[in-house]
């Protein structure tokens, strides 16, 4: 089984756009996502427009702020502290990759945790390892929507999830703790790792190079979720898996392009109702 994001990302924004009009009949006032660019980094400013893009079609309103990479720490914490007080914008998000000369912890600190719709502050972070609710890191938040959208259920499975960092692997195992599975992160330090992916029920590839995990690493009707985004040896867009070689001994497997990818962008406009929500005190 294919697990198509795109279609599923596609059904749910449909569920969005209906969910948007209502709250602009009751509240007289539309969701709104701030975006703040610095620099001119040509990926970030893609995921950028994919992201108003995303706000204009469910109907949520969208704020876009650009800077050149001279922009200073100073002024963009500043401007993060006005958006953190205007009462008309909901979620805050600041693309990274920043300029080098801005410490970007400094920044996720700086966003008030309630308008945090990328769930990387540390106190949204802090709620997820304690399973207390909170805006959860987008792309982890659409794994499980995908695995709840094939009737996946994780309990009593093991899980090998393949990279640690902050926005993917470390949240994506609290989730699937959280679904009672036993989860394990593996790396590139990790010894014998095709052993360790091979006892995966689930296998989550989010490790950053191009078709590493070929079906030498994956178990017979396992389900492998790819993170990854890479470029292969014909310039094309490839995942962390070997798609070919491994989707016909899988029970499920995620493309890419078209698999986690689109749901990233919908989880974000999920996560701003939640945060629109929580500021009406629902």
Request: with cysteine.
């Given at each position: 089984m294919i697990i198509s994001g795109k279609e599923i990302s596609k059904k749910i924004k449909e569920q969005l756009k209906v969910e948007v009009e209502e709250i602009k009949n009751k509240y007289n006032r539309l969701p709104k996502l701030a975006v703040i660019l610095v620099g001119e980094n040509q990926a970030s400013q893609v995921y950028v427009r994919n992201k108003e893009r995303g706000c204009s079609y469910v109907g949520m309103d969208s704020l876009k702020i650009t800077h050149d990479a001279t922009f200073s720490e100073e002024e963009l914490l500043n401007e993060i502290k006005q958006l953190n007080e205007d009462e008309t914008v909901d979620g805050i998000l600041v693309q990274l990759p920043l300029p080098k000369h801005i410490n970007e912890d400094k920044v996720l600190e700086a966003i008030d945790p309630s308008k945090d719709v990328d769930g990387f502050h540390p106190e949204n972070v802090a709620k997820l390892f304690l399973g207390q609710r909170s805006l959860v890191p987008c792309t982890p938040k659409g794994m499980m929507v995908l695995?709840?959208?094939?009737?996946?259920?994780?309990?009593?499975?093991?899980?090998?999830v393949v990279g640690r960092s902050n926005?993917?692997?470390?949240?994506v195992a609290l989730l699937c703790l959280q679904k009672n599975a036993t989860v394990t992160i593996a790396h590139s330090?990790?010894?014998?790792?095709k052993e360790v992916c091979q006892r995966a029920d689930v296998l989550i590839a989010a490790?950053?190079?191009?078709?590493?995990?070929?079906?030498?690493?994956?178990?017979?009707?396992?389900v492998v979720l790819d993170v990854g985004i890479n470029r292969d040896e014909n310039n094309?867009?490839?995942?962390?898996?070997?798609?070919?070689?491994v989707k016909d001994k899988v029970y499920a497997i995620t493309p890419v392009p078209g698999g986690?990818?689109?749901?990233t962008i919908t989880m974000l406009l999920q996560n701003t109702l939640e945060a629109f929500y929580h500021h009406q005190g629902e």
């Open positions: 695995l709840d959208e094939i009737n996946y259920d994780l309990t009593g499975k093991e899980v090998v926005i993917v692997g470390k949240p330090k990790t010894k014998n790792l490790v950053g190079r191009a078709k590493m995990i070929n079906s030498d690493y994956v178990k017979e009707g396992a094309k867009l490839c995942g962390d898996v070997d798609f070919e070689d986690i990818g689109p749901m």
